[in-house]
């Protein structure tokens, strides 16, 4: 369960920015909200959605999330002595180029509320730290500074031989999962757990690989069957799929095309492309119901944008909502009509289908999602970028509002900020 996120010298994002799950005191509906003994309201929101112009900082806050994971998971796996961090630094102040960039989380695994976090530079990580909450009070389980580590009474196991291979580029806790530490296993596990989907940056192996590239390398595997029903539920026509398989061999000098059908988890191969050497793809086609009611399968370049968009972020949407974990999705409402990204949120606001904690952070660019009667004003958040270029987020909540406000209305009359300053027509007029 996710609580809270705080980056600094990051793209955009020059001074520590922060966003927070926790739900307010707001007196606006509370039957979507998710038990949390973790914070202050005993609670804590399955959604929120950030609000900006063009430009502001809305992808870079959810890139920040994105780059926090990737350097937990792969610090210490794919760096090497000397190599350095990979960082996107402040690049619109030089005084920001020396300075640390910073990344901390606040998060709960079985009923514990964890803070871990890290500082670097170009050249190495400069601190880490990880403390846990089982109850009122926080207990150090490690801080890092440079090449020293202090370690808490609460953290067991083989900390001191674990921290010697720990190099100045690589985190603590990518060295100690790498090594089966059991209780930063755990951790390590909280960020590979966490799904990006969206623009901000290239498909993962699977589903969104076929979605963008129309081929794919890797086996597609099943679809759940739930983002079929719900692809016909928004009147996209998806009633089915198949996949076919295409089997290369250049021993064979053939290429031996399998239609393999929805369930279908086996199939003969013909033994002259039973050989080490064959490639196999594989194409995903969309059935549609015909005149006479039978199924007619669409290759995916057949289908619109919105419906193979659709199918690459509920097959992530699902399986976060079955495992309660979280979903980070950049411009959840590009190409999708409004109750298409309306229906994806509400999946994340409804108690009765998100039994486990799920929860999804989206940016966004449609304002009818702020009129959905399941948002409440705590889910609402914007990012504005300042005259020097950095961006600064904040949530609705800092604006003194009523239950029954249009905030569609206030946001586009500009009485929350985050919209463009100028009228880009009156300009070109003006010139």
């Known amino acids: 369960m996710l609580l809270r996120f705080a980056v600094e010298n990051h793209r955009s994002i020059r001074d520590r920015q922060e966003l927070s799950f926790a739900a307010s005191t707001l007196k606006d509906r509370a039957d979507g909200l998710i038990p949390c003994d973790a914070v202050k309201s005993r609670a804590v929101v399955p959604a ?29 796996i794919k760096g090497w002595p000397g190599s350095g961090v990979p960082r996107q630094k402040f690049m619109l102040d030089p005084d920001y180029s020396e300075r640390p960039s910073s990344f901390e989380i606040d998060f709960v695994l079985a009923g514990v509320r964890y803070h871990y976090g890290f500082e670097t530079t170009d050249r190495m990580f400069t601190s880490e730290w990880l403390y846990e909450s089982p109850r009122a009070h926080s207990k150090k389980l490690f801080e ?22 720990a190099r100045p580029n690589s985190l603590f ?56 029903d719900f692809l016909n539920s928004i009147d996209t026509g998806v009633c089915g799929y198949q996949k076919i398989l295409f089997l290369d061999s250049e ?11 929805e369930g279908e988890t ?9 050989t080490g050497d064959t490639k196999k793809t594989e194409e995903l086609a969309l059935a549609h119901r015909g005149k006479d009611g039978n199924k007619v399968y669409l290759e995916l370049g057949l289908e619109s944008s919105g419906t193979r ?24 409402d590009l190409s999708l009509h409004t109750a298409a990204s309306e229906a994806v949120l509400r999946l994340f606001c409804s108690r009765e289908l998100n039994r486990n904690g799920a929860q999804i952070l989206a940016t966004a660019h449609d304002t009818n999602l ?31 509002t009523r239950k029954d406000d249009n905030i569609e209305l206030g946001y586009r009359q500009g009485r929350y900020g985050a919209v463009p300053n100028d009228d880009p027509v009156a300009s070109l007029l003006e010139n």
């Open 309 to 332: 968009r659709m199918l690459a972020i509920l097959s992530n949407v699902f399986k976060a909502i079955d495992e309660g974990t979280a979903v980070f999705a950049d411009e959840l």
């Open 144 to 165: 890092r500074r440079g090449q020293e580590f202090d370690f808490g009474r609460g953290l067991k196991g083989q900390n001191q031989s674990i921290s010697r291979l």
């Open 370 to 400: 702020m009129k959905s009667d399941f948002l409440r004003r705590d889910q609402l958040w914007f990012t504005e970028k300042n005259e020097d270029g950095s961006t600064e987020i904040y949530p609705l909540t800092d604006f003194r």
């Open 266 to 274: 086996s199939f003969d191969v013909p033994p002259e492309l039973a």
């Open 251 to 261: 021993r064979a000098g053939v290429i031996f095309p399998i239609t393999i059908e």
């Open 173 to 228: 806790l990518s060295v100690a999962a790498q090594n089966d530490h059991e209780l930063l296993t755990r951790v390590y596990r909280y960020f590979q757990n966490l799904v990006f989907t969206g623009t901000h940056s290239a498909p993962p192996g699977g589903m969104s690989t076929l979605i963008e590239d129309g081929v794919l390398e890797l086996e597609i595997g099943e679809i759940d069957h739930r983002v079929i």
């Open 48 to 76: 929120a959605v950030i609000y900006g112009a063009n430009a502001s900082g809305k992808t870079n806050m959810v890139n920040a999330v994105e780059t926090m994971k990737r350097l937990v998971l792969w610090s210490h």
